[in-house]
């Protein structure tokens, strides 16, 4: 291990636990203030270039503490806009981060993990199999990357990043605690001081989670639902065969009956062409829906190499859309963003070293059903 490795990375510490670290230190607790500006509102992660830090202090630091963010190994800007970095972890695996500008929104897709532990049919994620959960420092480290790279610019016509949602690769709640530490900073008004409304997490839907989340923070919640019921999400998303439907939607609204406003849930649906596109599909998904206060985002399936399922028509997509603002709800399309450079939703893939075996397993199957 090298003596860098060895050092404390703070770039991933909230406020609390970097008050915490200073006092080991033997440090006065404001000195956590100092280092989230410079760290997180300034890129600094140089301790020289801290200059209301005292010079005993920059050299203790020096000693012990990084600032240690990923490597881009990937910058690519899309024809629409959309831009995505690959950032290399420590050990060697990649993830995969996309900004979204829409008008004087930016919106950052951010990954939690390496890879993903779950195994949706419909994503190319987990397609690759599973690393290893993402560090705090490496989740709000995407963050600090996608900013620095505004920083030249702010505060002239650039967009800055208005909006982040745990939507990369990986089911964040699966990561629990560093997810949750990494979005503290996203809200952190001495960090990058997001509104709390800005700050999505969307889950697949592991419900202890989901209710072990509404103890510690009131973040957005979207649910990847993307079926009406059970036996068709049991063969889109496999986890719905430990927590089905009634208990995720439940969660959800225990969840929202927690905050201290009224929220609404946003509700994911990939529409995929004669999986889960009829209109009697979007029926029955409004009857479930009916006693929760949801919008509803409707993504067409975003192809990629390895699956067999296929883009619906936009006719179909509006219908079913239709069907649904019909009874009373609101209802968005989402706009295919980045699916030139691979950026779009469930098209995320990065560079995983698989513990799973899941993707040799999958590319034995497509050799003997090609």
Known sequence: MTAAAEKTNLLGMPRE???AYFETLGEKRFRATQLLQWMHQRGVDDFDQMTNVSKSLREKLKQVAVIHGPEVVYDETSKDGTRKWVMRMDNGNSVETVLIPDGERGTLCVSSQIGCTLDCTFCSTGKRGFNRNLTAAEIIGQVWVARKAFMPFLPGPERPITNVVMMGMGEPLMNFDNVVDAMNLMM?????????????????????????????????????????????RNKLVPLNKKYPIAELLAATKRYFSRLPEKRKATIEYTVIEGMNDKPEHAHELAELLRDLPCKINLIPFNPFPESDFRRPSMN???????????????ATIRTPRGDDIDAACGQLVGQVEDRTRRSQRYINVQQVNP
Do not use: C, M
Not at 204 to 227: C, M, N, Q, R
Not at 320 to 329: D, K, R, S, W
């Open 188 to 232: 952190e008004d001495l960090a990058y001081g997001i509104s709390k409304r800005r700050v999505t997490l969307s889950t697949s839907g592991v419900v202890p989670a989901i209710d072990k989340l509404a103890e510690v923070t009131d973040v957005s919640l979207a649910i990847s639902l993307h079926a009406p019921n059970d036996e068709l």
């Open 17 to 19: 636990k970097l008050e």
């Open 316 to 330: 179909a997509t509006r219908r079913f859309q239709a069907v649904l603002n019909e009874a009373g709800y609101v």
